[in-house]
């Protein structure tokens, strides 16, 4: 066997082997051979088929076989043995022959192959300068306002006589203006809650009291989209005026006020699926869950902070042609070059070649426990427990390489960000929600380079 490496340039190269009779000829004889004990061929005793019919009816296909294994094997075994760290495959140059495997003419094959090399650079991971992070401040005024929501929800409607206020729940009666500008006779029924309504209901019903009527375009009044109005609210098949406005009488039928007084444990409970004892202890656990909350999107901004520091901390190109090129050997459907695919598909690159880096020098590693635990927590967000049969869908994810590579290096980064984070130096900036899911937004696009997503915080 003959084997000549060329390095092309720093992330390119291409290696040729040429596997000579001498190297293939006892295998494939070997593999007739097993292969002949196994066939039950008409006119011949179990295991006694002549070599000669062997060839003729499974020669090609064995000889093929045994090449390419016997190939797969040498050349990875090569690049192991001269430590040669490559992406992806090697892939067979545009500009190989195809072969001809004959087995009544055995010969020397020769096979080239592009290989995509990985970059040599000394991994930094170490941050000499804090990193400045984002964290939520406490706001009492949202958990009060929580608190009045909960009220709404959880508590009783009281009727009302009087005037409507902003926050009521308005019983309405609609009636179809017809050409002599009268309603219809079979008016529908519903019901409008001024805390939610998107349209000029929340601004045109307070004030007025049970009996008032106006009339109104429905699209404009409720602010819903037209076609879910036809169906939901008015109950009708088809739009029945499509190029007109659904001019519609509105008459005020009732009055409800949501409760505004404290909700008693009794109240709580019976919606939380827990024990509550009042609404203080509502209130305390509303803290707790805004804690948590907080605290998960905090250390989920810690890891993009680190992601992005760690990529500028560690700048090095890798041979995105090849990648590109080996991806679109195993799909059907192509990545473009300079598409959002390809542009997604070298970001992950890079990021899995640093994670195994750190991962090398740190001496971290990843075991079964880790990658399970990435199942098991893809599993409880994707998979409804009620309907399905768990152990025959873990059965099939485990059976999936594709599934299984992407939970292992879901783990992979887990355990590197568990080694970094508190290492890590963070400088903390108190803001509010709003302007912490702004700083994360804007850190997200820039780490995933949405280059081309316009958009304002105004």
Same mark, same amino acid.
């Given at each position: 066997?003959?084997?000549?490496? @060329?390095?092309?340039?720093?992330?390119? +190269?291409?290696?040729?082997?040429?596997?000579?009779?001498?190297?293939?000829?006892?295998?494939?004889?070997?593999?007739?051979?097993?292969?002949?004990?196994?066939?039950?061929?008409? $006119?011949?005793?179990?295991?006694?088929?002549?070599?000669?019919?062997?060839?003729?009816?499974?020669?090609?296909? #064995?000889?093929?076989?045994?090449?390419?294994?016997?190939?797969?094997?040498?050349?990875?075994?090569?690049?192991?043995?001269?430590?040669?760290?490559?992406?992806?495959?090697?892939?067979?140059?545009?500009?190989?022959?195809?072969?001809?495997?004959?087995?009544? +003419?055995?010969?020397?094959?020769?096979?080239?192959?592009?290989?995509?090399?990985?970059?040599?650079?000394?991994?930094?991971?170490?941050?000499?300068?804090?990193?400045?992070?984002?964290?939520?401040?406490?706001?009492?005024?949202?958990?009060?306002?929580?608190?009045?929501?909960?009220?709404?929800?959880?508590?009783?409607?009281?009727?009302? !006589?009087? +005037?409507?206020?902003?926050?009521?729940?308005?019983?309405?009666?609609?009636?179809?203006?017809?050409?002599?500008?009268?309603?219809? @006779?079979?008016?529908?029924?519903?019901?409008?809650?001024?805390?939610?309504?998107?349209?000029?209901?929340?601004?045109?019903?307070? $004030?007025? !009291?049970?009996?008032?009527?106006?009339?109104?375009?429905?699209?404009?009044?409720?602010?819903?989209?037209?076609?879910? *109005?036809?169906?939901?609210?008015?109950?009708?098949?088809?739009?029945?005026?499509?190029?007109?406005?659904?001019?519609? &009488?509105?008459?005020?039928?009732?009055?409800?006020?949501?409760?505004?007084?404290?909700?008693?444990?009794?109240?709580?409970? &019976?919606?939380?699926?827990?024990?509550?004892?009042?609404?203080?202890?509502?209130?305390? #656990? *509303?803290?707790?869950?805004?804690?948590?909350? @907080?605290?998960?999107?905090?250390?989920?901004?810690?890891?993009?902070?680190?992601?992005?520091?760690?990529?500028?901390?560690?700048?090095?190109?890798?041979?995105?042609?090849?990648?590109?090129?080996?991806? @679109?050997?195993?799909?059907?459907?192509?990545?473009?070059?300079?598409?959002?695919? +390809?542009?997604? *598909?070298?970001?992950?690159?890079?990021?899995?070649?640093?994670?195994?880096?750190?991962?090398?020098?740190? $001496?971290? !590693?990843?075991?079964? &426990?880790?990658?399970?635990?990435?199942?098991?927590?893809?599993? #409880?967000?994707?998979?409804?427990?009620?309907?399905?049969?768990?152990?025959?869908? #873990?059965?099939?994810?485990?059976?999936?390489?594709?599934?299984?590579?992407?939970?292992?290096?879901?783990?992979?980064?887990?355990?590197?960000?568990?080694?970094?984070?508190?290492?890590?130096?963070?400088?903390?900036?108190?803001?509010?929600?709003?302007?912490?899911?702004?700083?994360?937004?804007?850190?997200?696009?820039?780490?995933?380079?949405?280059?081309?997503?316009?958009?304002?915080?105004?």
């Amino acid at each position: 066997m003959k084997i000549d490496f @060329n390095r092309v340039d720093d992330l390119n +190269a291409r290696i040729s082997i040429v596997l000579e009779q001498a190297d293939y000829k006892p295998k494939l004889d070997e593999n007739l051979k097993n292969y002949s004990k196994k066939l039950n061929l008409k $006119g011949f005793r179990a295991g006694k088929t002549p070599k000669n019919v062997l060839t003729k009816m499974y020669g090609k296909g #064995m000889l093929e076989e045994t090449v390419n294994t016997m190939l797969n094997e040498r050349l990875f075994k090569y690049l192991e043995d001269e430590k040669i760290d490559i992406f992806g495959s090697p892939v067979l140059t545009a500009d190989a022959e195809r072969i001809d495997f004959n087995p009544k +003419a055995l010969a020397d094959y020769a096979f080239e192959f592009d290989l995509g090399l990985k970059p040599s650079f000394e991994v930094k991971y170490h941050f000499d300068e804090p990193l400045e992070i984002a964290t939520v401040e406490g706001n009492p005024d949202a958990l009060d306002e929580d608190i009045q929501r909960y009220r709404r929800i959880f508590g009783d409607e009281v009727p009302v !006589e009087g +005037a409507i206020e902003k926050h009521d729940r308005v019983g309405i009666k609609l009636s179809r203006i017809g050409d002599d500008g009268q309603g219809s @006779n079979d008016p529908i029924e519903t019901v409008i809650d001024l805390d939610r309504i998107k349209g000029q209901a929340s601004t045109d019903l307070p $004030g007025h !009291e049970v009996g008032y009527i106006l009339e109104a375009d429905l699209e404009q009044f409720f602010g819903y989209d037209r076609k879910g *109005l036809i169906k939901n609210t008015l109950g009708l098949e088809e739009d029945p005026s499509p190029d007109q406005p659904l001019n519609y &009488k509105v008459e005020i039928t009732s009055i409800a006020r949501p409760q505004s007084t404290e909700l008693s444990g009794e109240q709580i409970s &019976k919606y939380v699926g827990q024990q509550v004892e009042d609404e203080q202890g509502l209130r305390r #656990m *509303l803290e707790a869950r805004e804690r948590n909350t @907080n605290l998960t999107r905090t250390n989920d901004l810690k890891k993009l902070t680190v992601r992005k520091a760690l990529l500028d901390a560690n700048p090095f190109e890798i041979p995105e042609e090849f990648l590109l090129k080996w991806v @679109n050997t195993q799909r059907e459907k192509q990545i473009e070059p300079g598409s959002r695919d +390809a542009k997604n *598909l070298f970001r992950e690159a890079k990021w899995s070649l640093l994670l195994n880096r750190i991962m090398t020098d740190a $001496g971290l !590693e990843v075991t079964d &426990k880790d990658i399970q635990k990435q199942v098991t927590r893809w599993v #409880m967000e994707n998979v409804n427990y009620t309907q399905t049969d768990i152990r025959k869908v #873990m059965k099939e994810l485990y059976s999936n390489e594709y599934f299984m590579s992407t939970m292992k290096e879901n783990a992979i980064e887990d355990v590197v960000f568990g080694h970094i984070l508190p290492e890590v130096n963070f400088v903390e900036r108190e803001v509010s929600a709003k302007e912490f899911e702004e700083v994360f937004h804007d850190l997200h696009h820039e780490v995933f380079d949405h280059e081309d997503h316009a958009h304002s915080h105004a």
